[in-house]
């Protein structure tokens, strides 16, 4: 069955750097597009990266420009996120998803993943 297990978070000061993974099983990992979406306490979900099959095409939220990296290890099933220059702002649980049409939509998320910045 597929699977998606994300790891990597914690407590973080402001300015600090992060490096989120998911490690994937149970379906072709290099056939789908691949997302990073997080939810913040009280608020709604936020389609943060999203990368393409073979790593050329990638998508970040205007939040996250120049501050976040997306990238993947076919070979090895893994899908990251790396987090630079951290803001209280970014707190939040990080999914990690699956999509099927490449699209701001997944069939199936993983358990997520906290992420708390704080001084």
């Known amino acids: 069955q597929v699977q998606l297990v994300e790891s990597g978070g914690g407590l973080v000061q402001p300015g600090g750097s992060l490096r989120l993974s998911c490690a994937a099983s149970g379906f072709t990992f290099s056939n789908y597009w691949m997302y990073w979406v997080r939810q913040a306490p009280g608020k709604g979900l936020e389609w943060v990266s999203g990368?393409?099959?073979?790593?050329?095409?990638?998508y970040h939220a205007d939040s996250v420009k120049g501050r976040f990296t997306i990238s993947r290890d076919n070979a090895k099933n893994t899908l990251y996120l790396q987090l630079n220059s951290l803001e209280p702002e970014d707190t939040a649980l990080y999914y990690c998803?699956?999509?099927?049409?490449?699209?701001?939509?997944?069939?199936?998320w993983g358990q997520g993943t906290q992420v708390t910045v704080s001084s």
């Open positions: 998803v699956r999509s099927p049409s490449g699209t701001l939509g997944g069939d199936y």
């Open positions: 990368l393409n099959h073979g790593g050329e095409s990638t």
